[in-house]
């Protein structure tokens, strides 16, 4: 790889470390990856992610936005998650700094098996520690049942429903938050998730 495909492809300086995952930079053997886990159906309906989802798209989001935000050229940081330093993208996670909020998904080979909920936890970590962010939020549209498991068993605090838009259409949200420290206003049971 030449310094200049290098410089494009801009990440965190150093890995973030979990129970069960490590955090990276995306790279670009991560493509199909991306691309396999944005054109499933679980895609088109809970991520804001193009639809219909194409090779450009992957291509786009490792080789141009993931860098670009490690680089401050926008608010979101992207971190690659994988079961070891050297393994195979399992999914992505991400922190808007401008809302403090995280956003996550994963491919489908790797649900089920507590990688994201450790991964959440990770960042959010991260988040409070290196960012000293006080507080970090999460939202997901309703229905995504698997997205609410994963933020409460990460420790978010749930704060109930909001209105919001899906790719133009209105679209109702739930909405979390993880404080590092004390109880958040506002809080409430979470729903059954069942």
């Not at 971190?79 to 999914?91: F, K, M, Q, T, V």
């Not at 609410?148 to 679209?171: H, I, N, S, W």
Request: net charge negative.
């Amino acid at each position: 790889m030449s310094a200049e495909q290098e410089a494009r492809l801009a990440g965190p300086m150093l890995p973030v470390m979990g129970g069960k995952v490590v955090l990276t930079a995306l790279r670009e053997e991560d493509i199909d990856r991306v691309l396999e886990a944005c054109t499933t159906e679980q895609a088109r309906r809970w991520l804001e992610t193009p639809w219909p989802y194409g090779r450009a798209d992957a291509e786009g989001f490792v080789r141009e936005f993931a860098p670009a935000g490690w680089r401050g050229e926008h608010e979101e940081r992207v971190w690659a998650i994988r079961e070891s330093l050297r393994g195979p993208l399992a999914g992505v996670v991400g922190l808007r700094t401008v809302q403090g909020e995280v956003g996550f998904w994963l491919h489908p080979e790797a649900q089920g098996r507590g990688l994201m909920a450790d991964a959440l936890r990770a960042v959010v970590g991260h988040a409070e520690g290196c960012l000293t962010w006080p507080e970090v939020f999460w939202s997901c549209y309703d229905g995504n049942i698997g997205s609410m498991r994963v933020a409460k068993a990460a420790g978010f605090t749930y704060l109930g429903t909001r209105e919001g838009t899906q790719r133009g259409e209105p679209a109702l949200q739930h909405r979390a938050v993880r404080v590092a420290a004390g109880m958040p206003a506002g809080a409430r049971p979470w729903p059954a998730l069942d």
